[in-house]
């Protein structure tokens, strides 16, 4: 099993970036999957989750309305698209597996993580 999250960098506050992770995961189209990012000095949190079709996602209450979960089954990939970032938004961000649907707890398989780093 591999994940990779990648297309995290350095953005202004107010700026968009689109995180992208390919999953070499047997049973990816029929697993949630879950981004989580982890700030210094901080505990890694949950930030939201896809259904396995792609139909249902949930938010962390810190960025819903700005952050949108979505997935290509085809292509083995889920993707995290970011706006109206915020300097508290920076954290390395990972990729997940969830074991359950609905929540993404506990965590099956972690990905590599990205850096997203939010200028003020």
């Known amino acids: 099993v591999q994940l990779q999250a990648f297309g995290g960098g350095l953005v202004q506050a107010g700026g968009s970036l689109r995180l992208s992770c390919a999953a070499s995961?047997?049973?990816?189209?029929?697993?949630?999957m879950g981004w989580f990012r982890q700030a210094p000095g901080k505990e890694r949190e949950f930030v939201g989750g896809?259904?396995?079709?792609?139909?249902?996602?949930y938010y962390a209450d810190s960025v819903k309305g700005r952050f949108t979960i979505s997935r290509d089954n085809s292509k083995n990939t889920v993707y995290l698209q970011m706006n109206n970032l915020k300097p508290e938004d920076t954290a390395v961000y990972y990729c997940?597996?969830?074991?359950?649907?609905?929540?993404?707890?506990?965590?099956?398989?972690w990905g590599q993580g990205t850096q997203v780093t939010v200028s003020s």
């Open positions: 997940a597996v969830c074991r359950r649907p609905g929540i993404c707890t506990p965590v099956d398989y």
């Open positions: 896809v259904s396995w079709s792609g139909d249902s996602t």
């Open positions: 995961v047997p049973t990816f189209s029929m697993r949630d």
